[in-house]
């Protein structure tokens, strides 16, 4: 799967907490997510913070886009990480993982990080990983 393959996938699952995402799908998503808050927060404090009288590079800045972003790809970076967490035979409850201060995060990136069970779980069987498109 490819990048906009990827971002395609998720946003037309959007909301889907069934099933298995490869580990492509998830990692595409995750790098687009980093690069459009990356562009966001650029356009945000070059452009919007001055409208809105802000200094372009302090902390108290308005961010509104990136806050909007944010808000939606929430449920969809959800549901991305249950069904990576279904692909290696683990329940969505792991999410909650991420909350512990410090450690949670790295072991939400170890278990996705994992390879795909090769064999039908309790959660479906294994995603078709769909070669990159010639075009």
Excluded at 86 to 100: C, E, M, P
Aim: charged fraction near 10%.
């Amino acid at each position: 799967m490819n990048f906009t393959q990827s971002v395609h996938s998720v946003f037309s699952h959007y909301a889907t907490f069934r099933g298995r995402a490869p580990r492509s799908e998830f990692w595409w998503f995750v790098l687009f997510t980093l690069i459009a808050n990356l562009a966001l927060s650029i356009v945000d404090s070059l452009i919007v913070a001055p409208i809105l009288g802000f200094s372009p590079f302090s902390d108290n800045g308005a961010r509104p886009l990136s806050a909007l972003f944010s808000l939606a790809i929430f449920v969809p970076s959800l549901a991305v990480g249950a069904r990576r967490l279904h692909d290696t035979g683990r329940s969505a409850w792991w999410l909650l993982v991420g909350l512990i201060p410090l450690i949670g995060w790295l072991i939400f990136v170890y278990f996705a990080v994992q390879p795909s069970e090769q064999v039908t779980n309790e959660y479906g069987p294994p995603p078709v990983e769909r070669p990159p498109s010639s075009r």
